[in-house]
């Protein structure tokens, strides 16, 4: 499952995504919003409680640029959040930082090449190794 949300600058792009997705096989949890305005923090919070819990694998949020929505998931312990514009940076944030959050700014990407950073996101694993050492390294700087 597949956790996604997003503010009001989102909404059109969130629905693209999902309608996209699931004709791929991808569950989809919508956690909103559906349009009404709403405070990117909240909706950071609200994605990647779903992740650090476990019942959802990885998140995707969308805001404007995308950087609010950044800024604040990388805040929650547990999450690694990348702030994706082409499809070179989301495939190496999977293979080398194991990224488990994607944002997605829904004023600076179209609908079409968002959907497609998000397949590729959805679809890399991570490559382990020497990079697992540094994503321990980030974990530890979390508890410092
Ligand atoms: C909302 O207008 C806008 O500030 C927000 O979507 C986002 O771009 C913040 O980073």
Redesign the pocket.
Known sequence: MIAIGC?H?GVEMKKYIIETLALEGFDMLDLGTDGEPCD?PDMAEKVCQKVTSGECEKGILI???G???SIAANKIKGIRAALCTDSFSTKYTRLHNDANVMCLGARTLGCGLAAELVQIFLTTGFEGGRHQRRVDHITGLENK
């Open positions: 503010d600058a990117y805001c404007g640029t950087i609010g929505m």
